[in-house]
């Protein structure tokens, strides 16, 4: 599984990297709030969690900069809580995700007003799934058969200022999965679904 997403990666800076060499190229890295939960017909009564992302970019932008393309590298937590009974249960996934985000700019001197939309694919590299009595306060760790593998559809807008070498980036995004995780209480219909908040900085190359 790691090489499959080593392999995918490199193949992704690549393919941009080479398809953009006339554009302004920029080299960052980010980190951002994740507000997660699930989605689908079988996801009422499920609690939100925070989570983290951070990782790399690789940004690119045509010269007058109006269109651009981002490919990421992240780490990513999501996840939710659901309560039965006197059961509570908290599900974290952590995931290595690929977003590849497409970017159309109104650029207005030095800042560049953004609106971003794209694909993105995740690999679940580890679960955390804790289940608490709510009368005794115990806990236990459980394991469940989630699927490794979620592809879904990024949207969102913020802000790029470019200054000098150094371009300084914001955004707000909605992540839809499109992937059915499977394996959690039975229940069939649920996806990813979140709200991040991104800051980052780059430098360009």
């Known amino acids: 599984m790691i090489n499959k997403i080593i392999v995918f990666i490199v193949l992704v800076l690549f393919i941009f ?22 989605l689908g017909n079988e996801a009422d009564g499920m609690e939100k969690r925070a989570g983290v992302s951070f990782g790399l970019f690789f940004h690119t932008i045509s010269k ?11 780490y990513a937590q999501k996840g939710a809580s659901l309560t039965q009974g006197n059961f509570k249960e908290d599900y974290l996934f952590h995931y290595m995700e690929t977003p590849i985000m497409f970017k159309i700019s109104i650029p ?35 394991t469940d058969d989630t699927s490794g593998f979620d592809f879904g559809l990024t949207g969102g807008g913020g802000l790029d200022f ?44």
């Open 17 to 38: 990297g080479t398809a953009h060499s006339q554009s302004k190229i920029h080299l960052g890295a980010k980190g951002g709030y994740i507000n997660s939960g699930f």
């Open 64 to 74: 007058k900069g109006f269109f651009g393309i981002q490919p990421e590298i992240l």
């Open 108 to 142: 207005i001197k030095v800042v560049h007003i953004k609106a971003l939309i794209g694909p993105y694919a995740g690999f679940k590299i580890q679960e955390d799934i804790l289940q608490t009595n709510l009368l005794t306060g115990e806990e236990k760790k459980l």
């Open 162 to 205: 470019l200054l000098g070498p150094i371009m300084l980036t914001g955004d707000v995004r909605y992540n839809m999965g499109f992937k059915e995780l499977d394996g959690i209480n039975n229940l069939n219909d649920i996806k990813n679904a979140n709200f991040s908040v991104n800051i980052g900085i780059g430098i360009k190359i």
